[in-house]
């Protein structure tokens, strides 16, 4: 391999990036929804401890696997372990790639499609979340909505990627991480000021703690993977491109604490209209199209907080659907010897194509199904309750226990001596959470997924 092979400009790019990756539908739309419904505050308690015990040591030995290599998952494995089944690990973070970005477009689209309709107008005159549900599933329901949004959504994600690591991704995380800092600064100021946001923020802070049962942990754990963007080498693939002169500890802390910023945001902004206008914290899935349009429209002004409101999702769908590409692309290119545009034209539209059925999945393929489940529900379960869990599962593994861990620890130094020095117990910490917190805890999870526990 003659060829340079591409890198962050900053470490603040680096950053911003992959901030972009971690915050996406999973920060605005899943995590206000299943807090809702499992009781706010307490499940809130909850995914925190998970992201800090779980989430942060494996992001920290994701990147580095990354940085260590400068390869994406499959050439990272292959390099630090040589054997067949560390490096078909890799193989499955390039198929959970493939899987999961196949149907995140398909609601990245829809956030699209909704910025659209904001403009048309044709938000402002619900009465109830009844009206604005109608609406949704006229949408969703009409086959050329759902594949043209998707298209769009697609379309934008590969032309990003194509413009490489910083003259795509970078510059374009640049411009869109601080809008959508902004963007919900100003619904988060909206929502606390609205008559009535004091019960949303009590829903958000006092815990009710008779909520919480086994699967509530269970969905804390899983979606503090999904929300980190770990367990399938997304961050291993931004990691390979990160300089040896800095540090992935700080840079780990920096992007757990706007993941989780983040998303406390969104819940603010979003509990304190919902429980200001009197409906249903719980409404699932629906929250976000349903529930919220239905509020905006009750609001002075709500037809520019909802367009701000879909636009901050579209960003944040974006910023992560391309690094679900770029692993896909970072393989082809780093292993196979593709160029970057044939391999996002090739592998992009064979997932755009995947992403088909899960589009039609909510009308003319609603009646096929798998064990009850749509084509959208089963790509979805494989790829983020089977495979995320197991990847996140195998890299606390490989870090803790195979990579040696004078060889970790060496790496880990790069560009963090002083760290270290400062802070003389992070790393029996780190490899407790590593080798023996983390593992149990996942595999908890992931033989839950499949109706083993
Ligand atoms: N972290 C993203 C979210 O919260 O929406 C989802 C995601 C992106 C998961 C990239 C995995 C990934 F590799």
Same mark, same amino acid.
């Given at each position: 391999?003659?060829?340079?092979?591409?890198?962050?400009?900053?470490?603040?790019?680096?950053?911003?990036?992959?901030?972009?990756?971690?915050?996406?539908?999973?920060?605005?739309?899943?995590?206000?929804?299943?807090?809702?419904?499992?009781?706010?505050?307490? *499940?809130? *308690?909850?995914?925190?401890?998970?992201?800090?015990?779980?989430?942060?040591?494996?992001?920290?030995?994701?990147?580095? @696997?990354?940085?260590?290599?400068?390869?994406?998952?499959?050439?990272? *494995?292959?390099?630090?372990?040589?054997?067949?089944?560390? @490096?078909?690990?890799? *193989?499955?973070?390039?198929?959970?790639?493939?899987?999961?970005?196949?149907?995140?477009? =398909?609601?990245?689209?829809?956030?699209?499609?909704?910025? &659209?309709?904001?403009?048309?107008?044709?938000?402002?005159? $619900?009465?109830?979340?009844?009206?604005?549900? =109608?609406?949704?599933?006229?949408?969703?329901?009409?086959?050329?909505?759902?594949?043209?949004?998707?298209?769009?959504?697609?379309?934008?994600?590969?032309?990003?990627?194509?413009?490489?690591?910083?003259?795509?991704?970078?510059?374009?995380?640049?411009?869109?991480?601080?809008?959508?800092?902004?963007?919900?600064?100003?619904?988060?100021?909206?929502?606390?000021?609205?008559?009535?946001?004091?019960?949303?923020?009590? $829903?958000?802070?006092?815990?009710?703690?008779?909520?919480?049962?086994?699967?509530?942990?269970?969905?804390?754990?899983?979606?503090?993977?999904?929300?980190?963007?770990?367990?399938?080498?997304?961050?291993?693939?931004?990691?390979?491109?990160?300089?040896?002169?800095?540090?992935?500890?700080?840079?780990?802390?920096?992007?757990?604490?706007?993941?989780? #910023?983040?998303?406390?945001?969104?819940?603010?902004?979003?509990?304190?209209?919902?429980?200001?206008?009197?409906?249903?914290? /719980?409404?699932?899935?629906?929250?976000?199209?349903?529930?919220?349009?239905?509020?905006?429209?009750?609001?002075?002004?709500?037809?520019?907080?909802? $367009?701000?409101?879909?636009?901050?999702?579209?960003?944040?769908?974006?910023?992560?659907?391309?690094?679900?590409?770029? #692993?896909?692309?970072?393989?082809?290119?780093?292993?196979?010897?593709?160029?970057?545009?044939?391999?996002?034209?090739? $592998?992009?539209?064979?997932?755009?194509?995947?992403?088909?059925?899960?589009?039609?999945?909510?009308?003319?393929?609603?009646?096929?199904?798998?064990?009850?489940?749509?084509?959208?529900?089963? &790509?979805?379960?494989?790829?983020?309750?089977?495979?995320?869990?197991?990847?996140?599962?195998?890299?606390?593994?490989?870090?803790?226990? #195979?990579?040696?861990?004078?060889?970790?620890?060496?790496? &880990?130094?790069?560009?963090?001596?002083?760290?270290?020095?400062?802070?003389?117990?992070?790393?029996?910490?780190?490899?407790?959470?590593?080798?023996?917190?983390?593992?149990?805890?996942? /595999? @908890?999870?992931?033989?839950?997924?499949?109706? @083993?526990?």
């Amino acid at each position: 391999m003659t060829q340079i092979r591409e890198a962050w400009g900053s470490k603040l790019g680096f950053i911003l990036a992959a901030a972009g990756s971690a915050v996406g539908l999973g920060n605005i739309w899943k995590f206000p929804y299943i807090a809702g419904e499992n009781g706010g505050a307490a *499940f809130i *308690f909850i995914y925190l401890i998970c992201i800090v015990i779980i989430g942060f040591p494996v992001l920290i030995s994701e990147i580095l @696997i990354g940085r260590t290599t400068q390869r994406n998952p499959v050439g990272a *494995f292959s390099m630090l372990s040589n054997s067949k089944g560390w @490096i078909s690990v890799g *193989f499955l973070g390039v198929l959970a790639g493939f899987l999961i970005l196949s149907f995140y477009s =398909v609601i990245g689209g829809w956030t699209l499609g909704y910025v &659209v309709e904001t403009l048309r107008g044709s938000l402002s005159n $619900f009465k109830s979340p009844e009206e604005a549900g =109608v609406l949704f599933g006229r949408l969703s329901g009409n086959a050329l909505w759902t594949l043209g949004y998707h298209t769009l959504f697609f379309f934008l994600t590969m032309f990003i990627v194509i413009r490489g690591v910083q003259g795509g991704i970078e510059r374009s995380s640049k411009v869109m991480m601080p809008v959508l800092l902004s963007i919900l600064v100003i619904l988060m100021i909206r929502g606390v000021t609205l008559d009535g946001a004091s019960e949303g923020l009590a $829903f958000l802070w006092v815990p009710d703690w008779s909520k919480i049962n086994g699967q509530a942990i269970l969905i804390a754990l899983g979606h503090a993977f999904f929300t980190l963007s770990l367990g399938m080498g997304a961050m291993m693939t931004y990691g390979s491109y990160m300089s040896k002169k800095d540090n992935v500890v700080s840079a780990a802390g920096q992007i757990v604490f706007l993941d989780t #910023v983040i998303a406390l945001m969104a819940g603010v902004a979003i509990f304190t209209a919902v429980f200001a206008s009197g409906l249903n914290p /719980a409404a699932g899935p629906g929250l976000i199209f349903q529930t919220l349009p239905a509020v905006f429209a009750g609001m002075t002004g709500g037809v520019y907080f909802a $367009f701000l409101f879909f636009l901050l999702l579209a960003i944040a769908a974006l910023t992560s659907a391309i690094s679900l590409l770029e #692993v896909v692309v970072a393989y082809f290119v780093d292993e196979r010897g593709w160029n970057r545009k044939g391999a996002v034209m090739i $592998f992009g539209g064979t997932i755009f194509l995947l992403g088909v059925p899960s589009a039609l999945s909510f009308n003319l393929m609603s009646d096929v199904t798998f064990m009850g489940k749509t084509f959208f529900d089963v &790509v979805d379960f494989i790829a983020s309750n089977i495979l995320l869990p197991f990847g996140g599962l195998m890299i606390a593994i490989f870090a803790g226990w #195979v990579w040696s861990r004078s060889a970790v620890m060496e790496a &880990v130094k790069e560009g963090a001596e002083n760290f270290f020095e400062m802070n003389p117990n992070f790393e029996t910490i780190w490899f407790i959470f590593l080798k023996f917190i983390a593992p149990v805890l996942i /595999a @908890i999870v992931l033989l839950n997924s499949l109706g @083993i526990v």
